[in-house]
C-alpha cells in the first residue's frame, strides 16, 4: 500500500483543519502565513498527546477562537525566541489552558523549544503548504480587492492589529505561501528545504500519510458538529454583581455579552426580588466552559460597563452545604 496521499485526499482527511484555517484568514481576517504555523502549532500539541483541540475550537465564539490564535502567536515567539515574553496583559495563555484541559504553560514550549521547531516546520511542510492551498489563494484574492478599494487588509481579527502584542516578522500575505522554496521567516529556514530542522535530513518535501499519529476517529467527524461538553452548570456560570442604583435588566446583560462574545450564553438568571426592586447580582450560565477565562481575560475578576452602568463578573462557587 503506498504510504503517500494524493493533495485531494490530504484536503479531504484534514477538513476540519481546512474549515478552521479558512475561519481565521477568511471570517477573521487573520494573516495567512501566521495562520499556517498557528495551526501547525495546533497539530503538533494533538500529535503530542493533547487531543482533539481543533475539533473542540469549531463550536466555540469567534472572539474565543480570536483570542487563542493570539494565545498560539504568543507561544510561538516563545518557540521562536527561548525565552517567555511577559506581557502587560497576557501574562500566560490561559485559553489554552483551559481548552486542553491539562497542564499547559509557555514555559512548555520554551522547554520542548527543539521537538516544536521540528513539529511545527514538518506540519507546515506536510500539510498546511499543501491542504490549504486554495484557501491562501482566496484570501490573497479578498485582500486584493481591499488593498485595490483602499481598506487595509489587516483586519479587527488579526494579531497585528492587537497594541502592545508580540510583533512577530510574517510572510508578506501577497508573497505566494505554497510552493517548496517559500520562506517562513519565523524559522528562518526554507519550507521544502529544513534539513538543519528535521532529524536525519528527512525529505519534508513528501508528504507521508500521518493518519495513525493522529487517529482516525478524529476526523469521522460531520463538519460543524457541536460537541457536546458534559461540564455542570455551576462549573460554566459567571457570577454578576451590579451597583446599588443603577439597575440593569436581564434584556441588557444579554445583549451585551452576546454582541461582544457571540451566542455564549445558555441562559441568565436574575436576583429573584419584589416589583420595583432592584437585582444586584445575577448568575450567567455559558455554554462552554472554556469561555469563561475569554470573558474573564484570565483573571479571577473583571469590571464590565454596561449601558454606563458597572458590573463586575467573577467565577461563580457555588455553595456546599
Not at 201 to 222: C, F, H, K, M, W
Not at 268 to 275: D, G, S
Amino acid at each position: 500500500m503506498s504510504s503517500f496521499v494524493t493533495i485531494e485526499e490530504l484536503k479531504l482527511y484534514h477538513s476540519i483543519d481546512r474549515e478552521l484555517y479558512a475561519r481565521l484568514v477568511l471570517k477573521l481576517r487573520r494573516d495567512a502565513g501566521e495562520s499556517m504555523q498557528v495551526i501547525a502549532l495546533w497539530l503538533w500539541l494533538e500529535e503530542a498527546g493533547y487531543d482533539n483541540l481543533v475539533k473542540k475550537m469549531l463550536p466555540l465564539p469567534d472572539a474565543l477562537v480570536n483570542a487563542l490564535a493570539d494565545e498560539s502567536v504568543t507561544c510561538l515567539a516563545c518557540i521562536e525566541t527561548g525565552q517567555i515574553q511577559y506581557l502587560p496583559d497576557n501574562y500566560d495563555i490561559p485559553l489554552i489552558h483551559s481548552l486542553m484541559q491539562k497542564d499547559i504553560s509557555l514555559q512548555f514550549f520554551t522547554e520542548n523549544r527543539a521537538n516544536a521547531i521540528r513539529g511545527v516546520t514538518k506540519f507546515v511542510n506536510d500539510v498546511c503548504t499543501r491542504a490549504f492551498n486554495d484557501i491562501v489563494l482566496q484570501a490573497s484574492e479578498i485582500s486584493g480587492q481591499r488593498m485595490g478599494s483602499g481598506v487595509i487588509p489587516r483586519g479587527e481579527g488579526s494579531s497585528a492589529s492587537k497594541s502592545g502584542r508580540h510583533a512577530m516578522a510574517q510572510p508578506s500575505f501577497f508573497q505566494p505561501l505554497v510552493h517548496p522554496g517559500y520562506s517562513l521567516p519565523f524559522f528562518s529556514g526554507q519550507i521544502g528545504s529544513p534539513s538543519h530542522l528535521v532529524s536525519g535530513g528527512a525529505n519534508v518535501s513528501e508528504v507521508p500519510v500521518s493518519i495513525d499519529s493522529r487517529g482516525t476517529a478524529n476526523y469521522q467527524l460531520t463538519l460543524g458538529a457541536e460537541i457536546s461538553e458534559e461540564v455542570p452548570q455551576e462549573n460554566r456560570t459567571i457570577f454578576l454583581t451590579f451597583s446599588k442604583g443603577y439597575p440593569i435588566s436581564e434584556g441588557e446583560v444579554m445583549e451585551f455579552f452576546t454582541r461582544k462574545y457571540g451566542d455564549c450564553i445558555e441562559t441568565i438568571y436574575m436576583q429573584e426580588v419584589a416589583a420595583n426592586a432592584q437585582a444586584l447580582f445575577a448568575r450567567l450560565v455559558i455554554r462552554q466552559a472554556s469561555t469563561i477565562a475569554v470573558i474573564l481575560n484570565g483573571k479571577d475578576k473583571k469590571k464590565f460597563v454596561i449601558d454606563g452602568k458597572h458590573v463586575w463578573a467573577r467565577r461563580y462557587v457555588p455553595k456546599r452545604h
